[in-house]
């Protein structure tokens, strides 16, 4: 470009960052939810040696409830595992541009082969993501 920008440099690398933040906020929001899933099952046990003990286990079952259907609607874990692969993908991609390497030597315009897959990795996902949208959706409406 004429300002000296690389467009396909900055879409990569601007990419590469959301999809790495996205990856690692699923991560932890999975890890939390499960953790406190688990602590408040470890609990109920502990609930029946209580004086009144039926109302921490209803409140404790409660909490396990809702931090599982959180889970769910999130999709933490799916989340993290896909946006953690494709953005490996784009540092795959990244880093054999850079190098040059993989097919990027062979290729007569490696700036265009490294937009195309990028542009086709953010796409896959995107597919992927709404295939996925549509499957829960679909899934709801036969659970009612």
Do not use: N
């Amino acid at each position: 470009m004429a300002d000296g920008t690389d467009v396909t440099v900055a879409r990569l690398e601007e990419q590469l960052a959301w999809y790495d933040a996205k990856a690692s906020y699923s991560q932890r929001m999975f890890k939390r939810l499960k953790a406190a899933t688990i602590i408040a099952a470890a609990l109920v046990p502990i609930s029946a040696l209580c004086p009144d003990g039926s109302y921490i286990a209803a409140g404790l079952g409660f909490v396990i409830v809702v931090v599982e259907g959180f889970q769910q609607l999130g999709q933490y874990q799916q989340t993290w595992f896909t946006y953690r692969a494709t953005a490996e993908a784009l540092k795959h991609e990244k880093y054999l541009y850079y190098a040059p390497a993989g097919d990027y030597p062979k290729a007569q315009d490696p700036h265009r082969l490294l937009a195309e897959r990028v542009e086709s990795l953010v796409s896959q996902e995107h597919a992927r993501w709404s295939a996925a949208q549509e499957a829960a959706l679909k899934q709801r409406k036969d659970d009612k």
